[in-house]
């Protein structure tokens, strides 16, 4: 047991841990996540590259913050996961959550592909979407809430740039509840792709794709469910029943800070012009185009950007609570007195 209480936990046939030839990960996960995974009990995991990179200080700090408590306000425990000094974490404590927030450019954005590497050089960096499924469906955490996924780069023709985030929802069980796709992507070809590698989009009380700061996009989606037992049902039909890869769950900004979506696409444009420019491509684009979309709304985006990550905690706990109750067996469940 280390001093914070955590312990290691090796993740017998998971790619973390398989073969000599691979790097071997220390994971270690926070007394709290190690009881509730022992006893069944509701848990979120939670990403952390949007403390470290995705969101300015002090914005990310609160934005942390807002997260864990909108998942312990619906009866959840929320499992930020990261990578601290070549250890993979899951669970974080308030001054580690901190350390994150404001490391700046000293820390590693780290998808999937990164994993092995932060690891063997003992380097510090918060999980995208990509390594945060693999490090969750690892340690047995089937919910995931996040702001919205990586998907297909608008200008895909020029330059084929597409997250690793697509990979890692068609393979890892997890359920990832989000805000539909990042606006500054391509969102009719990160939904095309999405069909494409069999991850279903389920709307979340609407019919359609979300659009990360605007509630609309008019891309309709097949599926929908109106409430956390429904949610929970599908969630245990695909990961437990069937043992097919990850899904999207897509929730809807709220309404109170969501953004028109005509202004949304403007302010894109002229980001993406300036991004051209400027030379910026790859894993520094997206953070790029975030905070230019910060300045031209007057941080309207940033204010949309945490009211919705923490909506969409509230939502993924209150799904992971629903499917916490329905995969306990009847033998789990206390009898009545008397």
């Not at 709290?32 to 949007?50: D, M, Q």
């Not at 959840?76 to 959550?97: N, T």
């Not at 994150?100 to 999937?112: F, I, M, N, P, V």
């Not at 209150?318 to 206390?334: H, K, L, T, W």
């Amino acid at each position: 047991m280390g001093r914070s209480g955590q312990r290691p936990v090796h993740l017998a046939g998971h790619p973390l841990s398989r073969g000599r030839e691979r790097v071997r990960a220390r994971v270690r996960l926070a007394s709290e996540i190690s009881r509730a995974l022992e006893r069944g009990s509701p848990l979120v995991a939670l990403e952390t590259s949007v403390v470290a990179q995705g969101l300015p200080h002090p914005e990310n700090l609160a934005a942390a913050r807002a997260c864990e408590e909108a998942v312990r306000g619906k009866g959840a425990i929320p499992a930020m996961v990261a990578v601290l000094d070549g250890v993979v974490r899951v669970g974080l404590s308030r001054s580690e959550v901190s350390r994150l927030a404001e490391g700046g450019a000293r820390l590693l954005k780290l998808g999937s592909r990164d994993l092995a590497s932060a690891l063997a050089g003992r380097r510090t960096g918060g999980t995208t979407v990509s390594a945060t499924c693999e490090i969750a469906a690892g340690v047995g955490i089937r919910i995931f809430a996040t702001g919205g996924i990586g998907g297909v780069h608008r200008g895909v023709e020029e330059h084929l740039d597409v997250s690793q985030d697509l990979w890692a929802l068609s393979r890892f069980p997890v359920a990832v509840v989000c805000a539909g796709a990042k606006s500054v992507l391509d969102l009719t070809r990160t939904l095309e792709l999405l069909e494409s590698l069999a991850v279903p989009v389920v709307g979340y009380c609407t019919g359609e794709l979300p659009g990360f700061y605007a509630r609309e996009t008019g891309l309709p989606l097949d599926e929908r469910v109106d409430g956390a037992e429904e949610a929970a049902r599908l969630v245990a039909a695909r990961l437990d029943e069937l043992g097919q890869g990850g899904m999207l769950i897509a929730v809807p900004p709220p309404r109170r800070s969501a953004l028109p979506r005509a202004e949304v696409e403007q302010m894109i444009a002229a980001s993406l012009g300036v991004a051209a420019k400027a030379g910026v491509r790859g894993k520094a684009l997206t953070p790029f185009l975030l905070s230019e979309l910060a300045r031209r709304s007057e941080g309207r985006t940033l204010a949309a950007n945490v009211d919705l990550l923490a909506n969409n905690c509230a939502v993924a706990a209150e799904i992971a609570v629903a499917y916490a109750r329905g995969c306990r067996r009847p033998s789990d469940r206390r009898k009545p007195r008397g």
